[in-house]
């Protein structure tokens, strides 16, 4: 239960579902439990001889923000179950989800979701990200059982480097949002060798948020782009929510810089940001929106105003065969997402819970949190957001392209790629790295 606020929870198993949680019903949810027993095959019928395996996973449900992410990783957590419990479940056992509520900018209220996973002694806990990771952490660590998430932040990480006895369990199945700020100037030259870019000068601007999952992506961005021959940037601070961007749309023509970051995280603003931006535009400048465009709601709410705008995320869909595939797949699942598919923990969400799978079928024994933990940590899995490598000492996924700052991967099939992309006819299509890219850079509206 979130702090001053009543929180709810369901579970679920494969059966019984209709179409799935949207964002929208979601937001319904209301305190209480909601339970399925229908049986839809004979497969399910024998699982249901032996103890379920439960599976927790954390979701906002009813905050304003994260919802968008949480529901895109809930979708993709159920479309695993359903096709394992389908096949017969994992050593013969059904999974079924426990999804507590969860309000992922209060500390206590993600410490409240873990420990409502503990008392329903889940197998394994799967979740999105949380802004307040810590305490999350801290109360697992009472319990241990696996703890797989996307948090992308190296302060829960570095926590582990420095105790990994106490978060032993807790694996990121993603690279820490450092890489944000280390990679983006790299990303920047890129897309000039491409000629696409010829920027006006080598002038930087970056609009930052105050949480700290911004604060170190703007430190690292910093750290790393006199090493790629770009001035010192010019710095503008903004603080959630906002509800007007004129004056920092001034503040970027007065600059003037040939590229813009606005590092944020809000998709609804974001989509405002872009609506101002394109009515009133800095010429000739490249703008990159910092993750948030890849909630469903960006170009639900931007339209036509978010053509050309670049982004990027460092856990994402893979634009190959297999990443096409999976995209299908959950298309035919939640057909209402058609022609706005989240791309990021869509995937993560699938790719966890086949991870699990595979280490339960290997130790044979779910409920030895120890050994499923180590067979994770040293046994790298490739699923359709890219490799999941976290034998290291931040316990994380390597991320690729190398920027030189540690913990990378010098060849794509042996980490997770960070996914560029820019927004083309309505459209999220991948531009680098090349390997992966479904596109190219082009030139924005605001351009020539």
């Known amino acids: 239960m979130a702090t001053g606020k009543k929180s709810g929870f369901f579970s679920m198993s494969s059966s019984g579902m209709g179409a799935g949680p949207?964002?929208?019903?979601?937001?319904?949810?209301?305190?209480?439990?909601?339970?399925?027993?229908?049986l839809a095959a004979p497969a399910i019928v024998r699982a249901q001889t032996s103890s379920k395996i439960l599976i927790g996973v954390p979701s906002s449900l009813s905050t304003p923000y994260g919802v968008a992410d949480d529901t895109d990783h809930l979708n993709g957590t159920t479309l695993a179950l359903e096709e394992i419990n389908a096949a017969g479940g994992v050593l013969g056992r059904e999974l079924e989800l426990f999804v507590p509520d969860v309000d992922k900018l209060s500390p206590e209220s993600c410490r409240q979701a873990i420990a409502?996973?503990?008392?329903?002694?889940?197998?394994?806990?799967?979740?999105?990200?949380?802004?307040?990771?810590?305490?999350?952490?801290?109360?697992?660590?009472?319990?241990?059982?696996?703890?797989?998430?996307g948090n992308t932040q190296r302060a829960a990480t570095e926590a582990y480097k420095a105790d990994p006895v106490k978060y032993s369990h807790v694996l990121q199945t993603d690279p820490s949002e450092t890489n944000y700020g280390w990679t983006y100037p790299l990303w920047l030259k890129k897309m000039e060798e491409t000629g696409a870019w010829k920027p006006k000068n080598r002038k930087v601007h970056i609009v930052s948020e105050q949480v700290a999952y911004n604060q170190t992506i703007l430190k690292a961005a910093v750290e790393s782009l006199e090493r790629h021959g770009f001035d010192a940037p010019a710095l503008t601070d903004i603080q959630y929510p906002v509800n007007d961007w004129t004056p920092v749309i001034k503040r970027l023509q007065e600059e003037d810089a040939g590229a813009i970051m606005i590092n944020h995280w809000i998709a609804a603003e974001f989509a405002s940001f872009c609506k101002q931006f394109a009515a009133n535009p800095v010429r000739d400048s490249l703008v990159y929106l910092q993750y948030g465009p890849s909630q469903p709601e960006f170009l639900?709410?931007?339209?036509?105003?978010?053509?050309g705008?670049?982004?990027?995320?460092?856990?994402?869909i893979y634009g190959d065969e297999r990443g096409q595939a999976y995209r299908k797949k959950y298309l035919e699942r939640f057909p209402e997402f058609e022609g706005n598919m989240g791309l990021v923990y869509t995937g993560n969400g699938y790719d966890i819970i086949q991870y699990l799978k595979l280490a339960w079928e290997a130790?044979?024994?779910?409920?030895d949190f120890e050994a499923n933990v180590?067979?994770?940590?040293?046994?790298?899995?490739?699923?359709v957001c890219g490799m999941m490598n976290m034998n290291n000492?931040?316990?994380?996924?390597?991320?690729?392209?190398?920027?030189g700052f540690g913990n990378q991967a010098t060849e794509l099939e042996d980490g997770m790629s960070q996914l560029f992309v820019q927004v083309q006819d309505g459209q999220h299509k991948i531009i680098w790295p090349n390997e992966i890219a479904e596109s190219k850079l082009r030139?924005?509206?605001?351009?020539g």
């Open 393 to 403: 000492e931040y316990q994380e996924a390597l991320h690729y392209p190398d920027n």
């Open 22 to 38: 949207t964002r929208r019903s979601m937001l319904k949810l209301t305190a209480g439990a909601f339970a399925v027993t229908s």
């Open 309 to 316: 705008f670049c982004w990027s995320t460092v856990i994402g």
């Open 443 to 447: 030139p924005a509206p605001w351009w």
């Open 116 to 149: 409502a996973c503990i008392d329903k002694k889940v197998l394994a806990i799967s979740n999105s990200f949380l802004f307040a990771p810590i305490p999350a952490l801290d109360e697992s660590a009472k319990y241990k059982c696996p703890y797989l998430q």
């Open 300 to 307: 639900e709410l931007g339209g036509s105003s978010t053509e």
């Open 374 to 383: 180590k067979w994770i940590r040293e046994n790298p899995y490739r699923g």
């Open 363 to 367: 130790t044979k024994n779910p409920e």
